[in-house]
Antibody, heavy 119, light 111 residues
Framework: EVQLVESGGGLVQPGGSLRLSCAAS????????LKWVRQAPGKGLEWVAN????????YYVDSVKGRFTISRDNAKNSLFLHMNSLRVEDTAVYYC????????????WGQGTLVTVSS | QSVLTQPPSVSAAPGQKVTISCSGS????????VSWYQQLPGTAPKLLIY???KRPSGIPDRFSGSKSGTSATLGITGLQTGDEADYYC????????????FGGGTTLTVL
């Protein structure tokens, strides 16, 4: 059974930093693209970042470029999101998701971790 | 405001059928496949439909997807109270530096 379990969320002040983790199991971790997707309170879904199978390709939504860094450790079946210079508008539930075999869909999602940026 | 347009809400009675539309453009739905996600209250999204009309293992055939031109439709038959959720369409857009773009979401109420 595929499982994705996020951790690391919490309350942080504007300008602060946080590192999210996603522990994966039940599939061949190093053979899939992985994603971070966020959902602000009461709002819709927004893709945040992508990383390819070996970590050599990384992509970000414009609003987080230069502030967030996605990474992975294939030996530990783990995905990370390092978030710096956090803003109030980054407040959201952050989900890790697995990319499908073809582009354009995410076939498994974690339960999410809440990040609250507030003074 | 999302590039993909969904109705904010739809409703129908138990046992009935409902459809949810997702309207886009030639650079997204018109040239790429569409996926649909169900988000039950307080839970993570779950893939319902991918590549326009394919169901992942475990998704009942009450759920169906179709695409025509720059629009896609999710159909749900035999509605159950447990189907009350937010539904999102998704695809990627050839003109944007974004992976998957999502519609604004549709809240389904089973009356």
């Amino acid at each position: 059974e595929v499982q994705l379990v996020e951790s690391g969320g919490g309350l942080v002040q504007p300008g602060g930093s946080l590192r999210l983790s996603c522990a994966a199991s039940g599939f061949s971790f190093g053979t899939y693209w992985l994603k971070w997707v966020r959902q602000a309170p009461g709002k819709g879904l927004e893709w945040v970042a992508n990383i390819n199978e070996d970590g050599s390709q990384k992509y970000y939504v414009d609003s987080v470029k230069g502030r967030f860094t996605i990474s992975r450790d294939n030996a530990k079946n783990s995905l990370f999101l390092h978030m710096n210079s956090l803003r109030v508008e980054d407040t959201a539930v952050y989900y890790c998701a697995r990319g499908g075999q073809t582009r354009g869909h995410y076939d498994y999602w974690g339960q999410g971790t809440l990040v609250t940026v507030s003074s | 405001q999302s590039v993909l347009t969904q109705p904010p809400s739809v409703s129908a009675a138990p046992g009935q059928k409902v459809t949810i539309s997702c309207s886009g453009s030639s650079s997204n739905i018109g040239s790429n496949s569409v996926s649909w996600y169900q988000q039950l209250p307080g839970t993570a999204p779950k893939l319902l439909i991918y590549e326009n009309n394919k169901r992942p293992s475990g998704i009942p055939d009450r759920f169906s997807g179709s695409k025509s031109g720059t629009s896609a439709t999710l159909g749900i038959t035999g509605l159950q109270t447990g189907d009350e959720a937010d539904y999102y369409c998704g695809t990627w857009d050839s003109s944007l530096s974004i992976d998957v773009i999502f519609g604004g979401g549709t809240t389904l109420t089973v009356l």
